[in-house]
């Protein structure tokens, strides 16, 4: 019912940038967290930031100074800037979010979304 929808990913020469783009769509949902996440081949999916409401964003050591994220809460989307890419950094990154929604009762569930992922490869 709900959705995240990725878009920005692509090819880019070592020392490139690009920008990542996330919104998640659908009905009777609001948003605690958003963020990013990545696998490489042959790794574990793993954090490449977050940000949750009203927080400082978190970012993985090897990202930080050179990746952005940033959130546009009114239009439930998430972006990632992307900077100074190196060939380590390619990978399919996946936008994350944890959701909040009623339940039948009207009590609060909180569950985590995924979108289908976007490849960014970053060439030497």
């Known amino acids: 019912q709900v959705h995240l929808v990725e878009s920005g990913g692509g090819l880019v020469q070592a020392g490139g940038s690009l920008r990542l783009s996330c919104t998640a769509s659908g009905s009777a949902f609001s948003i605690n967290a958003m963020g990013w996440y990545r696998q490489a081949p042959g790794k574990q999916r793993e954090l490449v930031a977050e940000?949750?409401?009203?927080?400082?964003?978190n970012y993985a050591d090897s990202v930080k100074g050179r990746f952005t994220i940033s959130r546009d809460n009114a239009e439930n989307s998430v972006y990632l800037q992307m900077i100074s890419l190196k060939p380590e950094d390619t990978a399919v990154y996946y936008c994350h979010a944890i959701l909040v929604r009623p339940n039948y009762y009207g009590a609060d569930i909180e569950y985590d979304q995924w979108g289908q992922g976007t490849q960014v490869t970053v060439s030497s």
């Open positions: 940000e949750t409401n009203g927080g400082r964003p």
